[in-house]
């Protein structure tokens, strides 16, 4: 397991080698179903759906 954190500071933990949609799911299923892309740790550039999530990520998932 590693721990993540939502846009807010809260925190998940998800198994280990999980995906910025794996985490979407974990949030809420209808997140994870309009989830487009996502940033991480407050970075500018947007990542994958595909991207996996590493110790101490924070995650913020952007949906239509």
Known sequence: MITVFKKDGERLEIEEGAT???FAFAIHDELGLCAQYAYLNKNTNRVDLSTKLCE??????ISN
């Open 20 to 22: 910025v949609l794996d």
């Open 56 to 61: 101490g990520d924070r995650v913020n998932i």
